[in-house]
């Protein structure tokens, strides 16, 4: 007979509580400060040593509804990512990611797993033109909401709807929809991960206030300005052809200096000299050794260098190198010395485009992006698609690639995160540049299922919401790649196989049961509703579903390897292993378990086993217990 009661500790559910789990680090620091569950900021500020200050005149930033977009962020999800094969490439094997679902809840599903593994975030959000916002949050019952928007529950309570500027909330409805978004975003960045935002005038602002807040200004790099336009329409007062693109750090102070590719133009127009050197090192480019006016005087920066003549060369106020340092480079013939019309010695230094391994010198970023423009993303759509109004207004993959190049590394498997994936071009971006550098890089794209219109070209087409056109894209950018390499000999040093495909998710009801609850309070239906619940899965639920939910929740990414390791007539064991945290754990889902089918398994202290209580005699759950990690649904 098998127990009613739980032997092993129980599995979670939800989602983390984000704030309950800050809560309870921050508890380990200061106990004084947290009671009944709550942080109590006076004696937080007394802890620290500040006096409190009760006066009302302080900045702050805040907006109608602030309180609740922080609520929002309160709530566990209860919602999972259901796998779709069918709608995938190579899914077994690939590691990159696109999630069909509302961002905010799939972030909240992202954030045990994902937590600090993100190298560079790009997102195009809403600018909130009036008809583009679609986001309408509802604290009570997030993942009501998206069931509903997404047709899910009920086809006529779909919630598209705009932010008009008469709504009385223009921006703070906005705020609200980015706020939690953000917050959740900065939790999944690596420690010297960067975040790249697309934004127009019109909440540029107060973007800037709310990245402020979350990342902390002391953490904003630059706001780079993106002419998308080859020339404006006629407007009434200036013709704008720029948006922006505002830049933060996880964390500046452990960010290492950027640098991007330098590319062919680049390298024509600037290293133009050669010498002795140019085998190994490539041509060089020069800049003055002498400091200019902005410098600050510093009186060890004056000092003689001998020149090719015997003669002394003095700066006219300081050099820009300590004197070892310039001694080092005359030894290593890295300073060029040339006359002026005064017959004066100037000294420069040589830049070559090597170092002394012979890689290519990078070169700095800009923060104007004057190259690439809207009608180059639509072109893409044009190309891909066969009409340009598939999805109007692409970013383009090329402005993407610009980002990467100063975001990630082709060495490094960077993940990168998109949240408003729209068509998809961060996608192309990623897989094209990985095609033609070598690189690794890993997508991890989330879009909704938003509606397509139902006069657009879109929905005649067969494309009836914008995930399926971000899907089919990189579709048909994998088999383009692949078309063009096929046959070819593969002359890369890749020393893993280029990865060219992709895994669909898509938000869902969990696979446990939700409790409801009796309205009356009848012992008999209490009982009744009780009964259900000694098998907390849901009604008709799949092996793989309740599978990735089990490792989704426990903190295991979603380009885990699942792999069946035991099978018996009874009993069926699986493995699942994320490679990049090197843990693993093992889920068997029958009804009842032999002790056969999972003595091959040799378990001990340090392995994770999961299954379902009832499956388990009191003995064998004991015994169980003893051997291994026991987790139990």
């Given at each position: 007979m098998t127990s009613k009661q739980p032997r092993g500790e129980p599995i979670s559910k939800t989602a983390p509580n984000l704030f309950a789990e800050r809560i309870e680090e921050f508890k380990q620091f200061f106990p004084e400060v947290v009671t009944e569950?709550?942080?109590?900021?006076?004696?937080?500020?007394?802890?620290?040593?500040?006096?409190?200050?009760?006066?009302?005149?302080?900045?702050?930033?805040?907006?109608?509804?602030?309180?609740?977009?922080?609520?929002?962020?309160?709530?566990?999800?209860?919602?999972?990512?259901?796998?779709?094969?069918?709608?995938?490439?190579?899914?077994?094997?690939?590691?990159?990611?696109?999630?069909?679902?509302?961002?905010?809840?799939?972030?909240?599903?992202?954030?045990?797993?994902?937590?600090?593994?993100?190298?560079?975030?790009?997102?195009?959000?809403?600018?909130?033109?009036?008809?583009?916002?679609?986001?309408?949050?509802?604290?009570?019952?997030?993942?009501?909401?998206?069931?509903?928007?997404?047709?899910?529950?009920?086809?006529?309570?779909?919630?598209?709807?705009?932010?008009?500027?008469?709504?009385?909330?223009?921006?703070?409805?906005?705020?609200?929809?980015?706020?939690?978004?953000?917050?959740?975003?900065?939790?999944?960045?690596?420690?010297?991960?960067?975040?790249?935002?697309?934004?127009?005038?019109?909440?540029?602002?107060?973007?800037?206030?709310?990245?402020?807040?979350?990342?902390?200004?002391?953490?904003?790099?630059?706001?780079?300005?993106?002419?998308?336009?080859?020339?404006?329409?006629?407007?009434?007062?200036?013709?704008?052809?720029?948006?922006?693109?505002?830049?933060?750090?996880?964390?500046?102070?452990?960010?290492?200096?950027?640098?991007?590719?330098?590319?062919?133009?680049?390298?024509?127009?600037?290293?133009?000299?050669?010498?002795?050197?140019?085998?190994?090192?490539?041509?060089?480019?020069?800049?003055?050794?002498?400091?200019?006016?902005?410098?600050?005087?510093?009186?060890?920066?004056?000092?003689?260098?001998?020149?090719?003549?015997?003669?002394?060369?003095?700066?006219?106020?300081?050099?820009?190198?300590?004197?070892?340092?310039?001694?080092?480079?005359?030894?290593?013939?890295?300073?060029?010395?040339?006359?002026?019309?005064?017959?004066?010695?100037?000294?420069?230094?040589?830049?070559?485009?090597?170092?002394?391994?012979?890689?290519v010198r990078g070169s700095k970023a800009f923060t104007i992006i004057d190259n690439i423009y809207t009608q180059h993303g639509t072109a893409e759509i044009t190309e891909m698609f066969g009409d340009g109004q598939i999805f109007p207004f692409p970013k383009p993959s090329g402005l993407i690639k610009t980002l990467l190049n100063v975001g990630s590394s082709a060495e490094d498997e960077d993940i990168i995160l998109d949240f408003f994936a729209g068509s998809a071009p961060s996608a192309q971006a990623i897989l094209e540049l990985n095609h033609e550098d070598v690189g690794n890089r890993r997508f991890l794209l989330v879009q909704l299922p938003e509606l397509t219109p139902e006069d657009s070209v879109a929905k005649k087409e067969g494309y009836d919401t914008i995930a399926e056109i971000g899907k089919e894209r990189i579709r048909r950018v994998i088999a383009r790649i692949n078309k063009e390499t096929k046959g070819k000999m593969n002359l890369t040093s890749r020393e893993a196989p280029e990865d060219l495909g992709f895994k669909v998710f898509k938000l869902g009801e969990s696979n446990y049961r939700p409790w409801v609850g009796v309205e009356d309070k009848d012992p008999e239906a209490y009982a009744k509703q009780m009964e259900l619940y000694l098998d907390p899965l849901i009604e008709g639920w799949q092996e793989e579903n309740v599978i990735y939910e089990v490792a989704l929740k426990e903190g295991y990414s979603l380009a885990c390897i699942i792999e069946k390791v035991s099978k018996t007539p009874e009993n069926t064991v699986w493995k699942v292993t994320d490679e990049d945290k090197e843990q693993s754990f093992y889920v068997c889902l029958n009804d009842n378990i032999r002790e056969d089918a999972i003595k091959s398994l040799e378990l001990n202290t340090d392995c994770l086993f999961i299954c379902r209580d009832k499956a388990l005699t009191d003995e064998f759950a004991a015994n169980l217990a003893l051997q291994c990690n026991l987790k139990v649904i």
């Open positions: 569950g709550k942080v109590d900021f006076d004696k937080m500020k007394m802890a620290l040593g500040e006096e409190i200050d009760g006066k009302p005149e302080r900045y702050t930033f805040t907006w109608a509804g602030k309180k609740d977009a922080i609520r929002l962020l309160q709530v566990p999800s209860r919602a999972t990512l259901i796998p779709v094969k069918e709608e995938s490439i190579n899914f077994d094997i690939t590691q990159n990611i696109f999630i069909e679902g509302d961002n905010l809840e799939v972030l909240k599903l992202l954030w045990k797993p994902y937590f600090g593994k993100v190298k560079m975030i790009y997102i195009d959000p809403p600018y909130n033109t009036g008809e583009d916002l679609i986001y309408h949050d509802d604290y009570t019952d997030p993942l009501g909401t998206y069931l509903m928007l997404s047709g899910q529950k009920d086809l006529e309570g779909n919630l598209l709807t705009s932010n008009p500027e008469t709504s009385g909330r223009f921006h703070s409805t906005w705020l609200s929809m980015i706020y939690p978004r953000l917050f959740l975003a900065r939790q999944l960045l690596k420690e010297d991960g960067l975040i790249f935002v697309s934004i127009d005038d019109t909440e540029f602002a107060n973007l800037r206030l709310v990245m402020n807040e979350i990342f902390g200004e002391d953490n904003f790099i630059a706001s780079i300005v993106w002419k998308k336009r080859y020339q404006g329409a006629k407007e009434k007062y200036l013709v704008a052809i720029h948006d922006y693109i505002v830049l933060y750090a996880r964390d500046k102070q452990i960010l290492p200096p950027i640098y991007i590719p330098s590319d062919k133009e680049y390298i024509e127009q600037y290293y133009t000299n050669k010498d002795e050197m140019y085998e190994i090192r490539g041509p060089y480019r020069t800049q003055p050794l002498e400091a200019g006016k902005s410098m600050g005087d510093r009186k060890n920066l004056a000092y003689p260098i001998p020149a090719p003549d015997g003669t002394e060369v003095w700066p006219k106020r300081q050099w820009i190198w300590e004197k070892p340092r310039v001694m080092k480079a005359l030894d290593r013939k890295e300073l060029e010395f040339s006359r002026g019309k005064d017959d004066k010695w100037t000294v420069s230094i040589k830049q070559y485009l090597k170092n002394e391994k012979g890689e």
